[in-house]
């Protein structure tokens, strides 16, 4: 049984994308790559056919975990969602009660993720801790170094 994910139209339009670029595009490299070793003669110990033989099968793999993730991804109707509470695609502030340092961060789904943009997974520590908490609530989430608490200060949906 496979997990459904959720995502935003732009986060499934990225997964799709991705899909077609390795159908489409990787997949015919792959099969040129193995034609072309393999006209350089004996099979048996032709290293070269060997290692185009497996990229295709990673190629293959790829592919196959992809269809599947599209295939239990759901589409989030934004509108439809709770503002009152932490949800996926929830943009929170919160602020660390010891250091009082401030972040925001949007919650979607683990394939979605990219710290670097502010966007964290729910399946993360930090999202895990987050969901289903309001404004003023805090959240308490465990880390490596024990607990750490966090105000929530703001929920948004962009």
């Given amino acids: 049984m496979s997990k459904v994910s959720y995502y935003t139209k732009e ?3 990225k997964l ?17 790559a193995i034609a072309e070793a393999r006209d350089k003669g004996d099979l048996s110990e032709n290293a070269e056919y060997d290692a185009a033989k ?6 293959e793999m790829e592919i196959s975990k992809m269809e599947q993730i599209l295939a239990n991804a759901r589409l989030i109707d934004e509108s439809q969602l709770d503002t009152s509470k932490v949800l996926i695609h929830s943009t929170v502030t919160i602020r660390n009660q010891v250091n009082k340092a401030e972040m925001t961060y949007k919650l979607v789904a683990q ?5 670097a943009s502010g966007k ?15 404004e003023g609530d805090v959240a308490e989430i465990e880390a490596p170094r024990g607990v750490m608490k966090f105000d929530i200060i703001s929920i948004t949906r962009d």
Avoid: T, W
């Fill in 120 to 134: 964290i997974s729910v399946d993360s520590p930090i999202g895990k801790g987050l969901l289903g908490k309001k």
């Fill in 11 to 13: 986060g499934l339009q």
């Fill in 54 to 59: 497996e990229a295709q099968g990673m190629l």
């Fill in 16 to 32: 799709r994308d991705e899909l077609n670029h390795l159908r489409d595009v990787e997949r015919p490299k792959a099969s040129d």
């Fill in 111 to 115: 394939s979605e993720a990219d710290l």
